[in-house]
Each structure stands twice: as structure tokens, then as C-alpha cells.
């Protein structure tokens, strides 16, 4: 009796520590490696990264070779049937901080990227394997012939602790995207710009291979660099990403161009743009708005702040706004109200908004907003970039290093009241419309009690301009809706385009942003 009650126990206390150990052991079994074992791999470090790219652009350009007609024929719903297994990714269960997945090549991602870890300062790749992705009904593929990924994601704990949400993916040419708190995916970062908007047509720069540092175990950051490459130019990037309500992204791109490059566009950003509140040709859609972005935020060093809300036109539209040395610039989505979309699948109101901050002297140059005819919202119609004054000849080198906000509200506070709103229509007085004339209504959010009283005493106006044709009938009010101010104008065009432009003012000195908006006959 006694023998059983001793077996008894050691059960117990072996069946207690095993459910414990079952709590607190990872979920897998990776091969963690101690203090005194040698890494393998190739020693890396930024110094060894830049000569990569340097003598690679002393080379030829070399297309990526393409992927198998098995993987290149996959269409949307095939592809979309291969899956990542999050619990055979390579860092999942090492209680790290980030995990990585990877997406599978094939369907319209018929390029092959290389990537690699980094551990104490050593490189090695991370080969494919299909043993990472479930390929539902298309089993015969678990037997392809890939050589790489088509691009990667990090996720990361961001709106809870208990679940990894999808932070940042790399996907497709030198495309990126990221999230902040509380965001869903909208508008794309690129790595650079090539010849977008001309008529010679536009170079699309690869991400041609990944190295990322694997994180420790405490760390709020992590980077990761990207070789960067096209027939003009090879880049070499570092990321150095914080996510957060505010998830930010530190780049410096070195670049080593090849030859001369007619327009360089440094920074991108690239977003849709369907229909809005100021859309002339409207769609037969019951949403009231479709966008990820609904305006053109410019900080020029001057101190100017300017507006520009985005429209899709029946034709191309090219604004260019010139600076030297800008504080800022970045494509915005103001409109975070569901009611002003309708759509609860999409969740526009959602989207993040994305500003780019100079961390180094850029120049001369000027921000470029390039806007695409469109007709559905899978396309991206909408781009903006960074464009240096100064001739780009091949066999440069050129660094350029800035801060990358993803965020719900303007990241910068640049103290004058923002636009929120812009209203277009048939002009003149209600009842008697007019069809020569256009009327704009714009609503500042200006709510300072103290400069709002001087509204009835004219000390504050509306400055408004327009570089062809005439402005009529300014007046400004306050908005009982808002609680702002809400300022209306007739504009009488002419057969040319014309840049208008509106500005509140208190004595001269400027309180608001100043609306900027392209008039096309």
C-alpha cells in the first residue's frame, strides 16, 4: 500500500512539472545556439553592404530570372490558396519580439527575392522550403522548382500583446507598406521612382535580396537592409523600423547610379484615389468616397504649409511644387469618419497616412504629385516623390536619409489650421446658377476662440488667387456644422490651367494651410 501511494506522488509531481514545462516551453524545439558556439555565415555589416552594392553597379543589369509557367499561371484564387504556416515560420515559438513570414512566388510575383538572417553579425540565408506554406488544392506544387520568396512580412504584437499582427511586408518590386496601431492597410511606400509620369515610359527598381537582423528578445526595433537595383541604379537601404501607435521607419538609401537618369523621384509614395467630396465626374457607386489618400500634404522651408486635395480627372495630372531643403511632404487621409464611406468591409477610414521627413539637406528640387486617370479602386492612381533639381549623370553616388510616419493623424504639428474639407460645384448665387463659373467651398478646422472673433471684425480674411481666370464672390463664415470656418468662392475660368490657391489670414500673417488645386479646362 505504501509502494503505491509513493508511485502515486512521483506521478503527480512528474505530471504537474510536465504541464507546467507544456506551458512555458516554445512551441517548437529550434536549435538555439549558446554563447560559445560559432555563428556560420558570412560576416555583414553596413561597410560590407555598400561595397555590394557599389560593385554590383559596376556590372551589368541582370533581370531576375522568372519562375516556373507552373507558379507564373497560377491565377488570383490559386495563388491566394497558398498559406504561410505561421508555426513553421523560423522565428515563431523563440519568444522573440517579431516573427517573419514569407510569401510564396507565383501569379503575378514572378520574381524570386533572396533572403537572409543576420545573428551576431553574420549573414546566412534562409533557403525556400515548401515545409513553410500549407498549398491547399494545389498540391502538386509542394514539389516546385523556387528558388526564393516573393517577398517577406514581419509581424509583431502591435494593438495587443497576445496577438502578432502583420506590421510590414515587402511584396513586389521596391514596393513596401506598414501599419501603425489601429490602421489597416492602405497606401505603399517605394524604395525610388524612375521616370514616373514620362512619356519614355517608367523603370521599376527591384528589391533584389534582404538581410534582416534577427531580433533579441526585448527589443522595440528592427532592421532590416535592402539591396536595391534597376538598369539606371543600384541602392543599398537600411530600415530601421519602430512600430507603435506611430509606426516609424528610418531609411538611408546610398545609391550608385549606372548611367544618367532623367527623373529621379526619391521617397515615393503611392496611393488610390477613386472619388471624393470634390470629384466632378462622379461614380455610380453608393459609397459617398472611395480613397486611401485624400490630399497632397507639402511643409516647404519656408514655412508654408499647402494642401492639395488629390481628384481623379479625365486626364493625367503633373503638379510640381519647388523647394529647397523641404521639411516634409506626404500623401494624408483626413477623412477618418465611416459614415463618409459606407464601406464596412473595406474600412477606408482606416487607412494610414504617410509622411516623409528629411533627416539630411535633399537640395533644390521639388515635390512631384502625379495623378492617374482611374476607374476601379485596385489600381494605384496616385504618386508622390522627392525630385532633385541637380542633373543625375551615371556613375554617382548620392545618399539620402529620412524619417517614414505611418500614422491616423498628421505626425507634425506645423501650428495653422488644416483643410478638411473641399466642395466643387456650379457657381454663382443659389437659384441663378451659372454654369461659366465654378463655386469651391473649403472648410478649415480653425477653432482658436480668439481669432475666430475677429471674423466679424475683418480682421480675418481670405486670401484668394488663381493664376489664370478670376476669382469672385469671397466670403467667409463660421461653420455651425464644424465649428470651424468655411470659406466659398466663385471661380470664372478661362481655357487655360490654373492654379488656384486660398490662405486665412489674421493681419497678414497666415493661421491656415494653404489650399492648393489645379483647375484643368
Same mark, same amino acid.
Given at each position: 500500500?505504501?509502494?503505491?501511494?509513493?508511485?502515486?506522488?512521483?506521478?503527480?509531481?512528474? *505530471?504537474?512539472?510536465?504541464?507546467?514545462?507544456?506551458?512555458?516551453?516554445?512551441?517548437?524545439?529550434?536549435?538555439?545556439?549558446?554563447?560559445?558556439?560559432?555563428?556560420?555565415?558570412?560576416?555583414?555589416?553596413?561597410?560590407?553592404?555598400?561595397? =555590394?552594392?557599389?560593385?554590383?553597379?559596376?556590372?551589368?543589369?541582370?533581370?531576375?530570372?522568372?519562375?516556373?509557367?507552373?507558379?507564373?499561371?497560377?491565377?488570383?484564387?490559386?495563388?491566394?490558396?497558398?498559406?504561410?504556416?505561421? +508555426?513553421?515560420?523560423?522565428?515563431?515559438?523563440?519568444?522573440?519580439?517579431? #516573427?517573419?513570414?514569407?510569401?510564396?512566388?507565383?501569379?503575378?510575383?514572378?520574381? /524570386?527575392?533572396?533572403?537572409? #538572417?543576420?545573428?551576431?553579425?553574420?549573414?546566412?540565408?534562409?533557403?525556400?522550403?515548401?515545409?513553410?506554406?500549407?498549398?491547399?488544392?494545389?498540391?502538386?506544387?509542394?514539389?516546385?522548382?523556387?528558388?526564393?520568396?516573393?517577398?517577406?512580412?514581419?509581424?509583431?504584437?502591435?494593438?495587443?500583446?497576445?496577438?502578432?499582427? +502583420?506590421?510590414?511586408?515587402?511584396? @513586389?518590386?521596391?514596393?513596401?507598406?506598414?501599419? @501603425?496601431?489601429?490602421?489597416?492597410?492602405?497606401?505603399?511606400?517605394?524604395?525610388?521612382?524612375?521616370?514616373? @509620369?514620362?512619356?519614355?515610359?517608367?523603370?521599376?527598381?527591384?528589391?533584389?535580396?534582404?538581410?534582416? #537582423?534577427?531580433?533579441?528578445?526585448?527589443?522595440?526595433?528592427?532592421?532590416?537592409?535592402?539591396?536595391?537595383?534597376?538598369?539606371?541604379?543600384?541602392?543599398?537601404?537600411?530600415?530601421?523600423?519602430?512600430?507603435?501607435?506611430?509606426?516609424?521607419?528610418?531609411?538611408?538609401?546610398?545609391?550608385?547610379?549606372? =548611367?544618367?537618369?532623367?527623373?529621379?523621384?526619391?521617397?515615393?509614395?503611392?496611393?488610390?484615389?477613386?472619388?471624393?467630396?470634390?470629384?466632378?465626374?462622379?461614380?455610380?457607386?453608393?459609397?459617398?468616397?472611395?480613397?486611401?489618400?485624400?490630399?497632397?500634404?507639402?511643409?516647404?522651408?519656408?514655412?508654408?504649409?499647402?494642401?492639395?486635395?488629390?481628384?481623379?480627372?479625365?486626364?493625367?495630372?503633373?503638379?510640381?511644387?519647388?523647394?529647397?531643403?523641404?521639411?516634409?511632404?506626404?500623401?494624408?487621409?483626413?477623412?477618418?469618419?465611416?459614415?463618409?464611406?459606407?464601406?464596412?468591409?473595406?474600412?477606408?477610414?482606416?487607412?494610414?497616412?504617410?509622411?516623409?521627413?528629411?533627416?539630411?539637406?535633399?537640395?533644390?528640387?521639388?515635390?512631384?504629385?502625379?495623378?492617374?486617370?482611374?476607374?476601379?479602386?485596385?489600381?494605384?492612381?496616385?504618386?508622390?516623390?522627392?525630385?532633385?533639381?541637380?542633373?543625375?549623370?551615371?556613375?554617382?553616388?548620392?545618399?539620402?536619409?529620412?524619417?517614414?510616419?505611418?500614422?491616423?493623424?498628421?505626425?507634425?504639428?506645423?501650428?495653422?489650421?488644416?483643410?478638411?474639407?473641399?466642395?466643387?460645384?456650379?457657381?454663382?448665387?443659389? *437659384?441663378?446658377?451659372?454654369?461659366?463659373?465654378?463655386?469651391?467651398?473649403?472648410?478649415?478646422?480653425?477653432?482658436? +476662440?480668439?481669432?475666430?472673433?475677429?471674423?466679424?471684425?475683418?480682421?480675418?480674411?481670405?486670401?484668394?488667387?488663381?493664376? #489664370? *481666370?478670376?476669382?469672385?464672390?469671397?466670403?467667409?463664415?463660421?461653420?455651425?456644422?464644424?465649428?470651424?470656418?468655411?470659406?466659398?468662392?466663385?471661380?470664372?475660368?478661362?481655357?487655360?490651367?490654373?492654379?488656384?490657391?486660398?490662405?486665412?489670414?489674421? +493681419? @497678414?500673417?497666415?493661421?491656415? /494651410?494653404?489650399?492648393?488645386?489645379?483647375?484643368?479646362?
Amino acid at each position: 500500500m505504501r509502494r503505491f501511494w509513493i508511485v502515486l506522488i512521483i506521478c503527480l509531481v512528474c *505530471g504537474i512539472s510536465g504541464y507546467f514545462y507544456f506551458l512555458i516551453k516554445p512551441r517548437e524545439f529550434p536549435r538555439f545556439i549558446s554563447s560559445n558556439e560559432e555563428i556560420q555565415g558570412e560576416v555583414f555589416n553596413r561597410d560590407i553592404f555598400l561595397e =555590394k552594392a557599389r560593385a554590383l553597379s559596376q556590372k551589368s543589369y541582370q533581370a531576375p530570372k522568372e519562375v516556373s509557367n507552373d507558379l507564373k499561371k497560377l491565377n488570383y484564387d490559386q495563388y491566394r490558396d497558398i498559406r504561410f504556416v505561421r +508555426e513553421k515560420g523560423p522565428w515563431y515559438g523563440q519568444r522573440k519580439p517579431f #516573427e517573419i513570414q514569407f510569401f510564396h512566388p507565383g501569379a503575378l510575383f514572378n520574381s /524570386e527575392v533572396m533572403i537572409n #538572417e543576420i545573428v551576431q553579425g553574420k549573414s546566412r540565408p534562409i533557403s525556400y522550403s515548401p515545409f513553410f506554406f500549407d498549398f491547399g488544392k494545389n498540391e502538386k506544387l509542394e514539389n516546385n522548382s523556387a528558388k526564393g520568396y516573393a517577398g517577406f512580412r514581419l509581424h509583431y504584437p502591435l494593438n495587443n500583446e497576445l496577438y502578432f499582427d +502583420e506590421l510590414i511586408s515587402f511584396l @513586389g518590386a521596391s514596393y513596401f507598406r506598414a501599419l @501603425g496601431r489601429g490602421q489597416k492597410y492602405g497606401l505603399s511606400a517605394r524604395g525610388l521612382a524612375i521616370d514616373t @509620369g514620362l512619356e519614355t515610359g517608367e523603370e521599376f527598381p527591384i528589391f533584389r535580396e534582404f538581410w534582416i #537582423e534577427k531580433p533579441k528578445r526585448w527589443v522595440k526595433s528592427i532592421t532590416v537592409y535592402a539591396l536595391l537595383d534597376s538598369p539606371s541604379v543600384v541602392g543599398a537601404y537600411t530600415f530601421l523600423i519602430r512600430p507603435g501607435s506611430v509606426t516609424t521607419i528610418d531609411v538611408d538609401a546610398v545609391l550608385f547610379t549606372r =548611367k544618367k537618369i532623367n527623373k529621379l523621384g526619391i521617397a515615393p509614395l503611392t496611393s488610390m484615389y477613386l472619388f471624393g467630396e470634390n470629384t466632378k465626374n462622379r461614380f455610380d457607386d453608393h459609397r459617398p468616397e472611395v480613397h486611401d489618400s485624400d490630399g497632397l500634404l507639402v511643409w516647404n522651408h519656408n514655412n508654408e504649409v499647402l494642401w492639395r486635395p488629390l481628384d481623379n480627372s479625365k486626364y493625367l495630372r503633373i503638379s510640381a511644387f519647388e523647394d529647397n531643403n523641404p521639411k516634409g511632404y506626404g500623401l494624408m487621409q483626413r477623412d477618418i469618419q465611416p459614415s463618409h464611406y459606407l464601406d464596412f468591409e473595406a474600412h477606408y477610414e482606416l487607412r494610414p497616412s504617410a509622411w516623409v521627413e528629411p533627416l539630411s539637406e535633399w537640395g533644390k528640387g521639388h515635390v512631384e504629385l502625379v495623378e492617374i486617370p482611374s476607374v476601379q479602386e485596385i489600381h494605384d492612381n496616385v504618386v508622390a516623390f522627392w525630385v532633385p533639381a541637380k542633373t543625375i549623370e551615371g556613375g554617382q553616388t548620392l545618399e539620402y536619409k529620412y524619417r517614414l510616419y505611418w500614422s491616423r493623424q498628421t505626425p507634425v504639428d506645423t501650428a495653422v489650421a488644416p483643410v478638411t474639407a473641399t466642395y466643387t460645384g456650379i457657381g454663382g448665387v443659389s *437659384g441663378m446658377l451659372e454654369t461659366h463659373k465654378r463655386k469651391f467651398v473649403i472648410d478649415f478646422d480653425l477653432k482658436d +476662440e480668439d481669432v475666430l472673433k475677429d471674423l466679424d471684425s475683418k480682421k480675418l480674411v481670405a486670401d484668394v488667387s488663381a493664376s #489664370e *481666370g478670376k476669382i469672385l464672390g469671397t466670403h467667409l463664415m463660421l461653420n455651425p456644422i464644424t465649428k470651424g470656418v468655411t470659406l466659398y468662392f466663385d471661380f470664372k475660368p478661362n481655357d487655360k490651367v490654373s492654379e488656384l490657391r486660398a490662405v486665412l489670414r489674421k +493681419e @497678414g500673417v497666415p493661421v491656415s /494651410e494653404v489650399w492648393s488645386y489645379q483647375w484643368l479646362p
